[in-house]
């Protein structure tokens, strides 16, 4: 498989490199609407955050920057994406999972 290097993106929404390999997107679709955003043409067929942030124009990525509530909104999946993987919640959440 041949990867793409992403695109210069500012650093205003260097929160998308996170977000977009969180592999929750592939059962969650809170963050859809955001990818949709970048490219919607992209988004709809693939479902990949990862291709749709390596085909982003770069001046598309510098729309997005100037736009507060998108940066926001990035900022706010990223931070939900940390908090998942902090070792304590995932010890219970194994604990929920873990056979009987």
Do not use: Y
């Not at 990949?48 to 909104?73: I, K, M």
Request: aromatic share 4%; charged share 30%; glycine share 0%.
């Amino acid at each position: 498989m041949l990867a793409l290097p992403l695109p210069n993106i500012p650093k205003e929404l260097s929160a998308l490199r996170t977000i977009a390999l969180d592999l929750r997107w592939t059962w969650s679709h809170e963050a859809d609407t955001l990818w949709e955003q970048v490219d919607e043409k992209l988004c709809r067929p693939t479902c990949n955050p990862w291709t749709v942030l390596q085909n982003a124009t770069e001046q598309r990525l510098r729309e997005l920057a100037a736009d507060g509530d998108f940066c926001r909104q990035a900022r706010i999946l990223r931070r939900r994406a940390r908090r998942r993987l902090q070792p304590r919640r995932m010890v219970r959440a194994a604990r929920m999972i873990r056979p009987r």
